[in-house]
T-cell receptor, first 113, second 114 residues
Framework: EADIYQTPRYLVIGTGKKITLECSQT?????MYWYQQDPGMELHLIHY???????EKGDLSSESTVSRIRTEHFPLTLESARPSHTSQYLC????????????FGSGTQLSVL | KNQVEQSPQSLIILEGKNCTLQ??????????LRWYKQDTGRGPVSLTI?????NTKSNGRYTATLDADTKQSSLHITASQLSDSASYIC?????????????FGRGTQLTVWP
């Protein structure tokens, strides 16, 4: 069982609101990731971090931002939510063994009205 | 273009029956291939990893195969249970950079009926 937690599990908000999706892990992993998943589609990488104060944009263009001030915490922020941001957001982490095994949180299902 | 294709897109079987899920990839250079199981409303969980030199690997009722020459992998589930109902995702890693890169399939949605 992975020790990676996401909150909230579900979020319904109005257009234009600022939101922060929380992600924390207790495994001491340096590498953390945010993926976006839509029904029937593959996961798309939107942000990743290889350690404190290190963040990079992923493959999928995203209007979100991330921060990595502490190893265990990797929050994702949307400054102004839009209906196109409606999706499932999955946070993951991986260790340094090099086999790229991802440990995922349970996800946040975001609905923007 | 590096891609991962899974088939079938969805599958319904009766409890106790066996099934096989397929994953074809064009990722190069190849590092490893991993199968994940994703229950509804949860994040994916790793089932098994296949490296270049491995042909078959079992994890309980799950058996994965890899043919690196034809770039195909399969996941065989024996004596299915209701709890096997989930999406099964194939993920391929390349060696194209020191950071590694992951390519995700769209998953096969398996439903097991009693």
């Amino acid at each position: 069982e992975a020790d990676i937690y996401q909150t909230p599990r579900y979020l319904v908000i109005g257009t234009g609101k600022k939101i922060t999706l929380e992600c924390s892990q207790t495994m001491g992993h340096d590498k953390m990731y945010w993926y976006q998943q839509d029904p029937g589609m593959e996961l798309h990488l939107i942000h990743y971090s290889y350690g404190v104060n290190s963040t990079e944009k992923g493959d999928l263009s995203s209007e979100s931002t991330v921060s990595r001030i502490r190893t265990e915490h990797f929050p994702l922020t949307l400054e102004s939510a839009r209906p196109s941001h409606t999706s499932q957001y999955l946070c993951a982490s991986s260790d340094e063994t090099g086999d790229e095994k991802l440990f995922f949180g349970s996800g946040t299902q975001l609905s923007v009205l | 273009k590096n891609q991962v294709e899974q088939s079938p897109q969805s599958l319904i079987i009766l409890e106790g029956k066996n099934c096989t899920l397929q994953c074809n990839y064009t990722v190069s250079p190849f590092s490893n291939l991993r199968w994940y199981k994703q229950d509804t409303g949860r994040g994916p969980v790793s089932l098994t990893i296949m490296t270049f030199s491995e042909n078959t690997k079992s994890n309980g009722r799950y058996t994965a195969t890899l043919d690196a020459d034809t770039k195909q992998s399969s996941l065989h589930i024996t004596a299915s249970q209701l709890s096997d109902s989930a999406s099964y995702i194939c993920v391929v890693s390349d060696r194209g950079s020191t950071l590694g890169r992951l390519y995700f399939g769209r998953g096969t949605q398996l439903t097991v009926w009693p």
